[in-house]
């Protein structure tokens, strides 16, 4: 069956993202709050200059082996969902359904309320220099942002790429003005931390080991245009080149950001600071310094828009294949958004604002994450064997998913040594989702329970005015 809008227009996601939508989307959601607020992880272990440069260099470049893994997945089943769709595909319904299952409940909706409370954060900053802001400020800033984004992602997917567009090309104008400031301190003589870059470093491995859990981290977020593919202009071509391009700027930038953080600061000094390009700042421009706050701000609202945009395609996907309520498959009649599954990210992540502790739940990610991830990896592995019928137009070379798939079970292993007590949990969490798969997929529910759900269904989808896409289904 199969729908249309008023204007005889097929009811489905449509490609609206080209190639500088893309590299905005990856920049968005990989560049948010961690390079101006905490960039001090890898140098808290390594202990000098050099040694941190290097790393924050090679874990760039161990992120493009995954996004090209990645580059192929995308390619072969160009499917709303990204991992969802990979995983699924290559391992089977119950291992796709937990990779839902660990998104919807560990990840995005944590995620999306730090950056939330992040972004309110820092545009208090100025107001309340001296003293936390107000709760209720904080909590209300946070809502309002969720509330403006979701807004806008229920109702134009190209006023979303605007924004993503905006607020990506802001925050790299704001870590070039960094960097400016820091060619500037370097032409004044600044380079007493460069003279003997490799003083005082940490060459253990298992230091060196966590610096790279740190850096790896900085860069998540170079899968997040795979969630979107279906919206993508001529995917075969746009993907592999936004990768590309994206990761490339990222690790530019952020190579060139501590160069300028280390012309003024000491490893030591940037230890000592919570917010490390406010620090900077104030040893540059004083007073002047609440401009980076903003910046700051605008960043972490970049980030919330790409997290929402890409991650309402995972649950619309997992609907689609009745892994999760069919409401959640909706698209609006009128402005071929998923518009259910956006605004059920946006109650998800508003009722995690009601909890300002929610940096556990994070930690719990971290584990989930990366073993979804993994797993997708091997999925492309696996797959190169089981299904050599399906179409590829981008064949990577087998060095790249085999060496980030070792690079994702040491992050797993770091994991499990670092945080062992949110590991188990996270675990936990996971395989909870074992017994909701058997009630919420493989039950057939007696009619009179199917009857309410059904009710449930039509008055979600008349207040939406939004209808059941098949594009997608086999």
Partial sequence: MSYSADQGEKVELKKTIGLFGGVSLIIGVIVGSGIFVSPKGVTQEVGSVGLSLIIWVVCGILSIFGAQTYAELG????????????????????????????????????????????????ILQPIYPSCDAPLASRTLIA???????????????????????????????????????????????RVENFTSPFEDSNYDPGKIAVAFYSGLFCYAGWSYLNFVVEEVKEPNKTLPRSIWIGLIIVIIVYTFTNIAYFTLLTPR??????????????????????????????????????????????IFGAARNNHMPNMLAFISVKYFTPIVSVMFMSLATLVCLLFQD????????????????????????LLRKTRPDLPRPIKVNLFYPLVFLIVCIFII?????????????????????IPVYGV???????????????????????????????????
């Fill in 75 to 122: 390619c072969m089943i160009p499917k709303a969902g990204g991992d969802y769709e990979y995983i699924m595909t290559a391992f089977g319904s119950l291992y796709g359904f937990l990779f839902v299952w660990s998104q919807l409940i560990i990840i995005i909706p944590t995620a999306n309320a730090v950056a939330a409370l992040t972004f309110a954060d820092y």
């Fill in 269 to 314: 000094k940037m230890l000592e600071s919570n917010a490390v390009a406010v620090t900077f700042s104030e040893e540059l421009i004083g007073s002047y310094s609440w401009i980076i706050s903003i910046f700051v701000a605008l960043s972490t609202f970049g980030f919330v828009n790409g997290i929402l945009f890409s991650t309402s395609r995972i």
């Fill in 143 to 189: 809502a309002c942002a969720v509330l403006i984004l979701t807004w806008l992602n229920c109702v134009s997917v190209k006023w979303v790429n605007r924004i993503q567009n905006v607020f990506s090309a802001g925050k790299i104008i704001a870590l070039l003005t960094i960097v400016a400031f820091g060619v500037y301190c370097l032409f004044q003589g």
């Fill in 358 to 381: 929610t940096f556990v739940l994070i930690n719990l990610g971290v584990l989930a994450e990366y073993l979804f991830i993994a797993l997708s990896v091997a999925g492309l592995l």
């Fill in 440 to 474: 919420g997929v493989v039950w057939q529910k007696p009619k009179e329970i199917q009857d309410k759900l059904d009710y449930v269904t039509i008055f979600i989808q008349k207040l939406t005015n939004s209808v059941f896409d098949e594009s997608k289904l086999e």
């Fill in 413 to 433: 292993l770091m994991t499990l040594i670092q945080i062992p007590f949110e590991s188990f949990c996270c675990l936990a969490i996971i395989a909870l989702g």
